[in-house]
């Protein structure tokens, strides 16, 4: 069990979170954005690399001892490594890459510190263009900041009901075999609404919303939030219910509503 200080991590990613807001502000919707074509056809940004560079140099000067894994610039592999015991820094630079080159403010820097057990400690969710960041680290508890104010803890909702919750989504892309009973379950939710991203499961968080499901993601977009949701007093996991963000997807509840919602849209 490791005796460092997650509350030191939690600051040095609040430290990072005010370096990618500068930096990420500073080329939202500027003329001269380089837009690319990632090898999966997602677009990636000259602000995308540029942050992650950013938070790597800052992290290698302050945490010398840890890794890094990126969705830009990768060590994924790292984590392979026989006998690891390292913590590791999980970033995605611009989570919602396709909301920022079109000027949509909802989009986020994500920022997770993990421990050699692969459990996530220490998580900032950065999101400088709708003035709201969300922190937390293990056994701390969940935060919001709005505009750089104070922080606020909190919580997630006590709807303990399917019929009385409300849900929020990104898109029906990468459901497969579960896409028409997800479909025909929101004739018995009472709200569902498609916010996406990163926001949804942080709405969780806030208790504004119970639910927030997405069934394609990787590590780099799910640490952060699982840290968040869970100190709020919910629950993080895939849609099979296992807990942790190391699956293929993300599931967020109040944790009254993850095993009815897992038995909903099981397989």
Known sequence: MSSRDYSLDLALAEKLADAADAFTLSRYQALDLVIETKPDLTPVTDADKGTEEL??????????????????????????????????????????????????????????????????????????????????SQG???????NGGEKKRINVSAVAKLADASLSYSDL?????????????????????????????MLVAEGAIDIAVEPKLALWDMAALDIVV???????????GADGPNGAGGLSTNGLLKNQFVESVAE
């Open 55 to 136: 938070l790597r140099g800052i992290i290698a000067a302050e945490r010398p001892e840890d890794f890094v894994v990126g969705e830009e610039f990768g060590g994924r592999d790292l984590l392979q490594l026989p006998g690891n015991t390292k913590h590791y820094w999980v970033i995605d630079p611009i989570d919602g890459t396709k909301n920022f080159v079109r000027g949509v403010p909802v989009w986020c820097t994500l920022i997770a510190l993990m421990s050699p057990e692969h459990e996530v400690v220490a998580g900032v969710v950065s999101s400088p263009a709708l003035f709201r960041r969300w922190s937390a």
């Open 140 to 146: 701390g508890g969940a935060f919001l900041s709005l």
């Open 173 to 201: 892309v990468g459901w497969g075999a579960r896409r028409e009973k997800f479909i025909a379950l929101q004739d018995h939710i009472w709200r569902t609404r498609g916010i996406g991203d990163f926001w949804s499961h």
């Open 230 to 240: 869970r100190e709020a007093g919910g629950t993080f996991s895939d849609l099979d």
